[in-house]
């Protein structure tokens, strides 16, 4: 009688635990893909606040960096949690012009909890950055 009541116990325990974790995984956002929309934090002397929205075919990664009221196409990958963009540096305007900058890069892993954290190349060298989803409601 002792051990019917013990593994009535575990069993209870299994299922609570189970859909515990259940929700859990389905409340953490998906580390698979960075399809959609960002908000990106370019840390320097100040942080300035810039968008990405991103479309993923496989590892392939294509859509369009916002930054101060202009848009420029980014595209790059998605392989094994790393992010790599290329962007049309026109959207830097005239510093990019004077620096003689083509390209801006973006490098960054995905953290566990969905985030991304790396660094925007320019010709002046790596600018710390980080990113999250834009949430929606």
């Given at each position: 009688m002792?051990?019917?009541a013990t593994h009535r116990?575990?069993?209870a325990l299994?299922?609570?635990v189970s859909g515990a974790l259940l929700r859990a995984q389905e409340s953490q956002p998906p580390t698979t893909s960075v399809a959609g929309d960002w908000s990106v934090s370019i840390h320097g002397d100040h942080i300035m606040q810039t968008g990405l929205a991103l479309r993923q075919d496989g590892?392939?990664?294509t859509g369009t960096y916002h930054m101060?009221?202009?848009a420029a196409p980014a595209e790059g990958e998605f392989v094994e949690g790393k992010l790599t963009l290329t962007i049309?540096?026109?959207i830097a305007?005239?510093?990019a012009?004077?620096?003689n900058i083509t390209t801006l890069s973006i490098s960054a892993t995905m953290k566990a909890d969905g985030t991304l954290e790396g660094e925007l190349r320019s010709g002046r060298g790596p600018i710390r950055i980080t990113a999250e989803r834009f949430r929606k409601g």
């Open positions: 002792r051990s019917t116990l575990l069993a299994v299922v609570v590892t392939k990664v101060q009221g202009k049309d540096a026109s305007g005239e510093h012009k004077k620096a």
